[in-house]
């Protein structure tokens, strides 16, 4: 199978040097890639920026924005037949960014923001018959908001993530399929979460055909 993976966060730039961005640190999507590569797929894999090195056996192409993202993201989708979205893209970005550093001033300022585009929306409103694994970080109201991002998404399944596994080798997650409901709490590193998305994403891939 050809699969397509998304991972870490992604810089939203207000000037020449700074920007809104989010502590995610990448290790769940590449952890997918390797689990991917391993297995014997092809994989793309569209990296923000991260502190890693790169999963070796996978084709990895390196963006810094969501629209960027989006733009590496629609054009690999086509060739693939599976894509998992774990990346922490930024839900807004500044309206202007400033081609030179702002200066320092003695007062309060705002920064405009306007919406980014949603990757895996998109995906999910092209995606024919290839298979959509989407993640979801919830702080509150887990279950109904996670229902809520498959439905809206069209996504195959969607992979809870607790706020506490942001940047750690582990992680605690629930699996909702589209097609069965919520599996049981599943826990350990990040390397045995992404088996366990290898599995689903495999097994949806079977039922396919
Ligand atoms: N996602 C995306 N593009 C965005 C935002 C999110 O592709 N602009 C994807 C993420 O990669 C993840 C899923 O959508 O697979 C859910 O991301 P999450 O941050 O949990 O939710 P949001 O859609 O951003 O919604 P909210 O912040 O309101 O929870």
Redesign the pocket.
Known sequence: MRVLV?AGPTREYFDSVRFISNPSSGKMGYAVAAEAVRRGHQVVLVSGPVELSEPGGARVIHVVS?HE??EA?TSEFEKCQAAV???????YRPSRRLSHKLKKQNRSRSIQLQ?????????GKIKGDRVLI?????DHEHHV?AEA?LRR?R?DA?VL?GLGNVGSDSAEVEILRADTGWSPPLSGTKGQIAAAVLDLLESLFAARR
């Open positions: 998304t969501a993202m989006l993201v979205m774990t990346a922490a893209v930024c839900d919406p980014t585009e949603d990757i895996l929306a998109h995906l989407g993640f979801a970080i919830e908001n991002k998404k996504c969607i993530n």
